[in-house]
């Protein structure tokens, strides 16, 4: 990293405590939901176990951007990445049914993940996590995070009830990840998910269970009397009591009953005190009876139930022993409350373990859903692919094709899957610079997101579905940043090309941190949101500025001075890729075309969808005749003495065309009458003018052209002169001769007309004047009768042109060439 540019430092122009690394973090977030990660993630959410990882998953999916760093980590190095996959790997065997044993273990696993409550319930209760958005004040003591509600018997017993599953399926899963055995796959690769520290979390939390079950016994709705000597002693004098109480009450009971004066033999229980019942009015019948205390009666009225003299005293002390029991169980709930929101940190990071263990399940099967493969990382070196997958499918576009056929487990036979175009992605090791162009809806900006998500999903131990035999390969990037979508903001008063700006400057101040520790940047149209020119000024001095810091950056863009600029800079960094397009289906193909520049085809590609034909004919018109200069105020003056210059050549040549007009139409008056006269003079028997005539004619016209195209010539080489200089922009010199170009066409048209007693077409001398075929361009061959071919290279030293023909190459002057 360079000097001043350290991650932790502080940002220059950003408020007081935004670090390099906060916006990393921001970004890589936003990028990631730009590129739809939420949608892997909802993919992943199908073969989670457990409440826990779903709602990590959903609350990710809904676009929560502090959630799509945490729910499936990114590896931070291609060893830890690469010990992800391995895991994946092995756990895909014990899924795919073409793999070795360790199933049975694995459903066993998968059982106890599903039968898992969820802690945080009780949590939440106790004060250890906050309350849920919304919820707040609606469960007593969840109102704040230090407010506390002591758990009775029964939420207690469920809380343990949950530590204590969650402690199993750790050591369960242990067991079959690193134990040996049948069924077990024994492997280190799963050894840091069972480090040290995450084995005296779960020894704080196991004692924390053992704490609680000897006072809270599973299923039971009351205290073991074990809990504590204070409440066992309790106990015991409530046993001695009620059992003497019980016992006196029975037997006068059964003197009563065998009087008549109890309509059964029983002893109840009411008030909270022990009582037997008598028929109405035969209170004081019996000296047994003298001094009773009525509890109530039944619904009838018949019965009363009274309560003896004699069980007073004891009724009073079962009373006072249950109000002691009461307190006393309290205070034990109560040390198992404490207990609990003590090692509250302990339980959720066993909690966080299991949802790891859960998703690490969930990797597998998606492996076997997807039919996908293990990535490969490799060093972004010259001589190796930066970036090489085969056959890829856009993850969102897999998922709808894999729902379509409703082969969740056969898919991953690897055969085709109906309405899905693969498409090979491959950027060589050496490129630092890579721009994508072609048409609207031609699968650019769809390329850049199947770029970034398979990165970050290799990052995230995840496999990749690609072409049958293949794997993908690519370098490991530790920040993957994007600039797509336009982000608008009427809060924060953001325009598209606002808020375009503010992502690009967070971008260069990242990879200005990392300094090529490894930094992807995805741009998609670049400089685009405002003036044409002056976003193409700004896109073209970002690469450059990227190509000097990022690893790699990936551009889409419709401008023509993207697309030349590889062929400016260094060709092994600089690279231009197009994506291919049916112009008769008017569809994309997917297909990625690299060292090519597509073109945008917008005329056709409106025509086909339909816009009126009236609009394009007009727009096709405008286009033709468009002069390339926008009305910008420029402080150089030799673009405005070069722009003069040109402007006035121009106008000459216009001023020419419109005296040779009335030339050529006193021309063809005369050539009219002279052949009227040929039919009659026996000296043009043959049919001929005359050479004196011809003549002439030839050499005014050959005069009119001279001072036309010493013109357009001197205009050409002003500009050029300027151009080689880099004195003059670029692009308003190739603008500029496309007018010129223009002109000689319409000179061309008029010519024609004077021409029709030369044997030889002026049309092609002059259409050809200033014409040098381009690379791409289709041309027509002379000695084969018209037959056309593609340029494929040219050298304007000595005027020759390389073209190919089906399989065949040859080498042509420009006289054997026309358009």
Same mark, same amino acid.
């Given at each position: 990293m360079k000097a001043g540019a350290d991650a932790s430092t502080m940002v220059a122009g950003e408020a007081p405590g935004v670090e390099v690394d906060s916006i990393l973090s921001a970004m890589s977030s936003t990028t990631l939901l730009a590129c739809e990660w939420t949608r892997v993630l909802g993919q992943v959410g199908r073969f989670v176990c457990t409440t826990m990882a779903?709602?990590?998953?959903?609350?990710?999916? $809904?676009?929560? @951007?502090?959630?799509?760093?945490?729910?499936?980590?990114?590896?931070?190095?291609?060893?830890?990445?690469?010990?992800? @996959?391995?895991?994946?790997?092995?756990?895909?065997? &014990?899924?795919?049914?073409?793999?070795? $044993?360790?199933?049975d273990e694995i459903k066993r696993c998968e059982r106890n993940l599903e039968s898992l409550g969820d802690v945080s319930v009780w949590l939440r209760m106790i004060g250890s996590l906050p309350a849920l958005p919304g919820r707040e004040g609606q469960q007593s003591g969840s109102q704040t995070r230090g407010s506390m509600t002591v758990l009775d018997v029964r939420e207690t017993d469920a809380c343990v009830t949950c530590i204590e599953d969650a402690c199993e399926c750790v050591r369960g899963t242990e067991a079959l990840l690193l134990g040996g055995g049948e069924g077990r796959l024994g492997s280190e690769a799963f050894q840091r998910m069972y480090s040290m520290e995450r084995g005296a979390h779960l020894k704080e939390v196991e004692d924390l269970v053992r704490e609680c079950r000897d006072c809270v016994k599973p299923g039971l709705l009351y205290l073991d009397s074990r809990a504590t000597q204070e409440l066992s002693?309790?106990? =015991?004098?409530?046993?001695?009591?009620?059992?003497k109480l019980r016992t006196s009450l029975e037997e006068t009971a059964q003197e009563l009953f065998d009087e008549g004066l109890m309509p059964e033999k029983q002893v109840v229980f009411r008030r909270d005190r022990y009582c037997i019942p008598v028929r109405r009015g035969l209170q004081g019948a019996t000296a047994a009876l003298k001094g009773s205390l009525t509890l109530g009666e039944s619904k009838t009225g018949q019965t009363v139930y009274v309560e003896p003299k004699y069980c007073v005293p004891m009724n009073n002390k079962l009373m006072k022993l249950r109000a002691e029991e009461s307190k006393e169980e309290t205070k034990v709930l109560k040390k198992l409350t404490e207990k609990i929101r003590k090692k509250s940190e302990h339980v959720l990071r066993v909690y966080e373990q299991v949802v790891e263990i859960d998703l690490m399940l969930a990797r597998a099967k998606h492996a076997v859903w997807i039919g996908g493969s293990r990535p490969e990382f490799v060093r972004q070196a010259a001589g190796e692919m930066a970036v090489d997958l085969q056959g890829v499918v856009h993850p969102v576009l897999l998922e709808q094709a894999l729902d379509a056929v409703e082969q969740a487990t056969s898919s991953a036979t690897r055969g085709d899957l109906p309405g899905v175009s693969p498409v090979n992605i491959s950027i060589p090791g050496s490129c630092k610079v890579l721009t994508i162009s072609g048409p609207n809806t031609g699968g650019k900006t769809a390329t850049m997101k199947t770029i970034a998500l398979c990165l970050h999903m290799a990052k995230c131990g995840l496999y990749i579905r690609t072409a049958p035999e293949t794997r993908p390969r690519m370098a490991f990037f530790q920040a993957i940043l994007a600039d797509i979508g336009d982000n608008q903001s009427l809060e924060s008063n953001l325009s598209t090309f606002s808020s375009h700006v503010t992502r690009l400057r967070d971008i260069v101040r990242v990879v200005e941190a990392l300094d090529f520790d490894g930094s992807l940047v %995805?741009?998609?149209?670049?400089g685009s949101g405002t003036n044409p020119t002056e976003g193409a000024a700004i896109a073209v001095a970002l690469l450059r500025h990227l190509s000097k810091w990022a690893s790699l950056t990936v551009a889409t863009t419709h401008f023509s001075e993207l697309k030349q600029l590889a062929g400016r800079e260094k060709k092994e960094e600089w690279l231009n890729a197009s994506v291919a397009f049916d112009m008769d289906t008017l569809r994309p193909t997917y297909q990625i075309l690299l060292g090519e520049s597509g073109a945008s085809n917008a005329m056709h590609i409106a025509r086909a969808i339909g816009l009126d034909g009236g609009i394009l004919k007009e727009a096709e018109l405008e286009l033709s005749g468009m002069q390339s200069f926008d009305a910008v105020d420029v402080d150089e003056g030799n673009i405005s003495m070069v722009y003069d210059s040109l402007t006035r050549q121009e106008k000459k040549a216009r001023e020419l065309a419109e005296r040779a007009k009335g030339y050529m139409?006193? @021309?063809? =008056? =005369?050539?009219?009458?002279?052949?009227?006269?040929?039919?009659? =003079?026996?000296? &043009?028997?043959?049919?001929? @003018?005359?050479?004196?005539?011809?003549?002439?004619?030839?050499?005014? %016209?050959?005069?009119?052209e001279e001072d036309f195209y010493s013109s357009c010539v001197a205009c050409v080489d002003q500009a050029l002169a300027l151009y080689e200089s880099r004195e003059w922009d670029h692009s308003r010199t190739d603008a500029f001769l496309r007018t010129i170009e223009r002109g000689v066409r319409r000179r061309t048209t008029e010519l024609a007309v004077a021409a029709q007693v030369k044997e030889v077409s002026v049309e092609a001398e002059a259409d050809n004047a200033l014409w040098f075929p381009k690379k791409g361009d289709r041309v027509k061959l002379k000695r084969l009768g018209g037959t056309k071919a593609t340029v494929v290279g040219f050298n304007k030293t000595n005027q020759t042109v390389t073209v190919r023909k089906g399989t065949i190459t040859m080498t042509c002057t420009l006289g054997d060439l026309s358009r």
């Amino acid at each position: 990293m360079k000097a001043g540019a350290d991650a932790s430092t502080m940002v220059a122009g950003e408020a007081p405590g935004v670090e390099v690394d906060s916006i990393l973090s921001a970004m890589s977030s936003t990028t990631l939901l730009a590129c739809e990660w939420t949608r892997v993630l909802g993919q992943v959410g199908r073969f989670v176990c457990t409440t826990m990882a779903r709602e990590k998953l959903l609350g990710a999916e $809904g676009g929560r @951007l502090e959630s799509l760093l945490e729910v499936l980590p990114a590896s931070q190095s291609a060893a830890e990445a690469e010990e992800l @996959l391995l895991q994946t790997e092995l756990l895909r065997k &014990c899924y795919d049914s073409r793999g070795g $044993g360790g199933s049975d273990e694995i459903k066993r696993c998968e059982r106890n993940l599903e039968s898992l409550g969820d802690v945080s319930v009780w949590l939440r209760m106790i004060g250890s996590l906050p309350a849920l958005p919304g919820r707040e004040g609606q469960q007593s003591g969840s109102q704040t995070r230090g407010s506390m509600t002591v758990l009775d018997v029964r939420e207690t017993d469920a809380c343990v009830t949950c530590i204590e599953d969650a402690c199993e399926c750790v050591r369960g899963t242990e067991a079959l990840l690193l134990g040996g055995g049948e069924g077990r796959l024994g492997s280190e690769a799963f050894q840091r998910m069972y480090s040290m520290e995450r084995g005296a979390h779960l020894k704080e939390v196991e004692d924390l269970v053992r704490e609680c079950r000897d006072c809270v016994k599973p299923g039971l709705l009351y205290l073991d009397s074990r809990a504590t000597q204070e409440l066992s002693q309790i106990r =015991d004098q409530l046993r001695d009591i009620e059992t003497k109480l019980r016992t006196s009450l029975e037997e006068t009971a059964q003197e009563l009953f065998d009087e008549g004066l109890m309509p059964e033999k029983q002893v109840v229980f009411r008030r909270d005190r022990y009582c037997i019942p008598v028929r109405r009015g035969l209170q004081g019948a019996t000296a047994a009876l003298k001094g009773s205390l009525t509890l109530g009666e039944s619904k009838t009225g018949q019965t009363v139930y009274v309560e003896p003299k004699y069980c007073v005293p004891m009724n009073n002390k079962l009373m006072k022993l249950r109000a002691e029991e009461s307190k006393e169980e309290t205070k034990v709930l109560k040390k198992l409350t404490e207990k609990i929101r003590k090692k509250s940190e302990h339980v959720l990071r066993v909690y966080e373990q299991v949802v790891e263990i859960d998703l690490m399940l969930a990797r597998a099967k998606h492996a076997v859903w997807i039919g996908g493969s293990r990535p490969e990382f490799v060093r972004q070196a010259a001589g190796e692919m930066a970036v090489d997958l085969q056959g890829v499918v856009h993850p969102v576009l897999l998922e709808q094709a894999l729902d379509a056929v409703e082969q969740a487990t056969s898919s991953a036979t690897r055969g085709d899957l109906p309405g899905v175009s693969p498409v090979n992605i491959s950027i060589p090791g050496s490129c630092k610079v890579l721009t994508i162009s072609g048409p609207n809806t031609g699968g650019k900006t769809a390329t850049m997101k199947t770029i970034a998500l398979c990165l970050h999903m290799a990052k995230c131990g995840l496999y990749i579905r690609t072409a049958p035999e293949t794997r993908p390969r690519m370098a490991f990037f530790q920040a993957i940043l994007a600039d797509i979508g336009d982000n608008q903001s009427l809060e924060s008063n953001l325009s598209t090309f606002s808020s375009h700006v503010t992502r690009l400057r967070d971008i260069v101040r990242v990879v200005e941190a990392l300094d090529f520790d490894g930094s992807l940047v %995805l741009l998609d149209e670049v400089g685009s949101g405002t003036n044409p020119t002056e976003g193409a000024a700004i896109a073209v001095a970002l690469l450059r500025h990227l190509s000097k810091w990022a690893s790699l950056t990936v551009a889409t863009t419709h401008f023509s001075e993207l697309k030349q600029l590889a062929g400016r800079e260094k060709k092994e960094e600089w690279l231009n890729a197009s994506v291919a397009f049916d112009m008769d289906t008017l569809r994309p193909t997917y297909q990625i075309l690299l060292g090519e520049s597509g073109a945008s085809n917008a005329m056709h590609i409106a025509r086909a969808i339909g816009l009126d034909g009236g609009i394009l004919k007009e727009a096709e018109l405008e286009l033709s005749g468009m002069q390339s200069f926008d009305a910008v105020d420029v402080d150089e003056g030799n673009i405005s003495m070069v722009y003069d210059s040109l402007t006035r050549q121009e106008k000459k040549a216009r001023e020419l065309a419109e005296r040779a007009k009335g030339y050529m139409a006193r @021309l063809r =008056d =005369d050539i009219a009458s002279l052949q009227a006269v040929a039919v009659d =003079d026996p000296a &043009c028997a043959d049919g001929e @003018l005359g050479e004196d005539f011809v003549h002439e004619m030839r050499s005014m %016209l050959a005069k009119e052209e001279e001072d036309f195209y010493s013109s357009c010539v001197a205009c050409v080489d002003q500009a050029l002169a300027l151009y080689e200089s880099r004195e003059w922009d670029h692009s308003r010199t190739d603008a500029f001769l496309r007018t010129i170009e223009r002109g000689v066409r319409r000179r061309t048209t008029e010519l024609a007309v004077a021409a029709q007693v030369k044997e030889v077409s002026v049309e092609a001398e002059a259409d050809n004047a200033l014409w040098f075929p381009k690379k791409g361009d289709r041309v027509k061959l002379k000695r084969l009768g018209g037959t056309k071919a593609t340029v494929v290279g040219f050298n304007k030293t000595n005027q020759t042109v390389t073209v190919r023909k089906g399989t065949i190459t040859m080498t042509c002057t420009l006289g054997d060439l026309s358009r």
